[in-house]
Structures are given as C-alpha cells and as structure tokens.
C-alpha cells in the first residue's frame, strides 16, 4: 500500500482546494454548473471529468441543474425521517407539483431532499434559503412556502425558531472566532478584524444564526464592502463566491462540528448561506 507523503497530501489538499474555487467561481456566474464549463475545467487543470464531477457532487452546496429563486431541502435523515419527514416531503411536493431535484414551472421554487442538516433533535427539519425550520409539522408546509416567497429576513431573535447558535473558527487557521467577554444577543460574539475606507479595527458579529446584529469600532456606512480578517493568523477571509443578492465577496467561517457558514461583505446587504454538509476545503 503507498503511503502519501506530508509534502504530496498537501499538493493533494492544494489541488483540491483549487478546483472547489473554480466551481465556486462557475456557479456564481451561472446558478449552477453547466456541463460544459465542467468540461472545460477538466481540460484546463488536466484533472478526469470524473474527479470534476466528484467533487462537485460531494457538495451540497453545488448544483449541477438550474436552481429556482428559492430553494427548499427537506431531510430525510434518520431522526427526521421517523419523526415524519416523508410525510413533510410530501406536502412540499404537492403544494409545488415538483418532486425532489425538480424547479417549478415559474422558476420560483426548487426542492429537494438531503440525507442530514447536523440538528437530529429538533427534526423534522427543512431549510428554506438557508433558513431552518425545526420540529416541522404538515399544516406549516404552507407557512413555510408563504414566508420564504415574502422574505425571510425579518427575524425575532428571542421567539423565532430559526435562530440558533452556533461556534465559529477561523477558515484559515481553524482558531476559535468566539468571544466569551464580548456578548452581542446575550451570547458570545464572534471576533473579527475588518479595515474599509482606510479605517482599520474590530467588529463583532452575532453568533446567533439568523441575526444581523453586530458591534463595531468605527460606524460603517451602507453598502460599504468590508475586508473581513482574522484576529488570529491575519489572513482575509474571502471565499471564491460572491453573493447572489449582490454580487459582493462572501466571508466564509467554519462552524465547530462540521459545516461552513458564509455571509456577504457589503454593509447592509442580508445574503448569508450555511451549509452542514462538508467543509469548504474538503
């Protein structure tokens, strides 16, 4: 059996990590990953088709079809799925006539099912434009799809059940973001170092998914960009995406158990995503 080498498992993760920003990079221009762009990717990194398609279909949050302007998963894992997911998965078909992996005929709405979203005892779970929904129940289906076509922005952070917390490490360096002292929402905040207009200092944010609250030492002006750094290693956190509400550089963060959280940089703008299904350097 050959055994890697420190010096070649990093070419490995390098290389890996290269491809999954050149898909990121594809599916912000497009929505998706048009085969052919696939095809070309393979080409120019002279990696198999396959491996392009692995890796693409190893994230979730990757789509190899057009997606509706809002998207809607359902989990079907275990605990969800004895607590009545199938049955959950149901109403959402009949109430958009669309099965799994299908977008309505409007464009509106895509649907899909997913093995696990990492919240097992809060299920059944569906997760609407990065919007989680727990306990869910068949007369809320209608609630659900009737929100996320208003707008799911406005939030309640002490009664809505889509608020939740979570801990963030540093995309980088996988040092902890927490700040314990520091509470924003009456919880710890997460730590962050941001410079924009020549203005360099701290900021934190709510670690309260779903909130948008922060503190931070200077005012920052709406839809103002801002260079987001870690305290930490120093390094910027600029993921390969850009936001689908405006175009602007997303902010990506791991959160502790598994998963990425991304927000946008723009000051005002509420375009975020949160994916527990894998990390975003594999």
């Known amino acids: 059996m050959t055994t890697l080498t420190p010096t070649s498992e990093k070419e490995k993760i390098k290389a890996r990590e290269g491809i999954i920003s050149i898909l990121e990079d594809i599916q912000a221009r497009y929505g998706y990953l048009p085969e052919k762009e696939l095809r070309n990717v393979a080409e120019e990194t002279g990696k198999s088709l396959v491996d392009i398609y692995g890796v693409a279909t ?24 004895v607590r009545g997911g199938p049955t959950i998965e149901k109403e959402f078909e009949h109430r958009l006539n669309v099965r799994p992996g299908e977008t309505t005929d409007d464009k509106e709405f895509t649907l899909e099912t997913v093995a696990c979203l990492g919240a097992c005892a809060l299920g059944p779970i569906v997760v609407a434009d990065g919007h989680y929904f727990s306990k869910v129940i068949t007369p809320k289906v209608k609630q659900i799809l009737d929100k996320t076509r208003e707008g799911l922005d406005k939030v309640e952070i002490q009664t809505d059940q889509r608020i939740f917390p979570v801990e963030i490490s540093c995309a980088r360096c996988n040092h902890s973001l927490m700040d314990t002292e520091h509470l924003v929402d009456y919880h710890p905040s997460i730590r962050v170092t941001i410079s924009f207009e020549r203005k360099h200092g701290w900021l934190r944010l709510s670690s309260l998914y779903g909130s948008y609250n922060i503190e931070s030492e200077y005012e920052i002006p709406e839809d103002i960009v801002v260079n987001f750094f870690c305290p930490h290693c120093h390094t910027e956190l600029r993921g390969a995406a850009n936001c689908v509400e405006c175009g602007s550089p997303m902010v990506p963060m791991i959160v502790k158990g598994g998963g990425v959280i991304q927000i946008c940089s723009k000051r005002g703008c509420k375009g975020h995503m949160l994916d527990l299904s894998g990390g975003i350097y594999g």
């Open 58 to 81: 190893f994230y979730r949050s990757f789509s190899l079809k057009p997606r509706g302007k809002h998207l809607v998963s359902v989990c079907l894992g275990t605990a969800c799925h």
